[in-house]
C-alpha cells in the first residue's frame, strides 16, 4: 500500500467513518476481483494510465494498481 493511500485512510477514519467503511469495503471488492464489482470500477487514462479507480462516492476515488501478483492502493481521497 502505498503511503498516501494510508494517509487518506487514516484520514477518513478521524473525520468520516461512513467514508471510511466505504472505502474499506471497495478495498476488499477490489481484492476478490479487481476489474469488475461494486463502485463502478473503470480503467484511468492520461496520465495515470495504467491504473484503475473506483467510486468511494461523487466527489472522492479509490485509485489502484493492478500487476500479475498485486494490487497496490494509491489514493482514497479527491478525484484523481
Given amino acids: 500500500m502505498d503511503p498516501a493511500f494510508l494517509a487518506d485512510l487514516e484520514y477518513w477514519t478521524r473525520t468520516d467513518r461512513r467514508r471510511a467503511l466505504r472505502t474499506l469495503r471497495l478495498v476488499e471488492a477490489v481484492l476478490r476481483d479487481p476489474f469488475n ?3 463502478k470500477p473503470g480503467r ?3 496520465q495515470l494510465s495504467g491504473k484503475w479507480s473506483r467510486r468511494i462516492d461523487q466527489e ?3 485509485v489502484y494498481e493492478v500487476d500479475a501478483e498485486r494490487v497496490c492502493f494509491l489514493a482514497a481521497r479527491y478525484h484523481y
Fill in 37 to 39: 464489482g461494486t463502485g
Fill in 44 to 46: 484511468l487514462k492520461g
Fill in 60 to 62: 472522492h476515488r479509490l
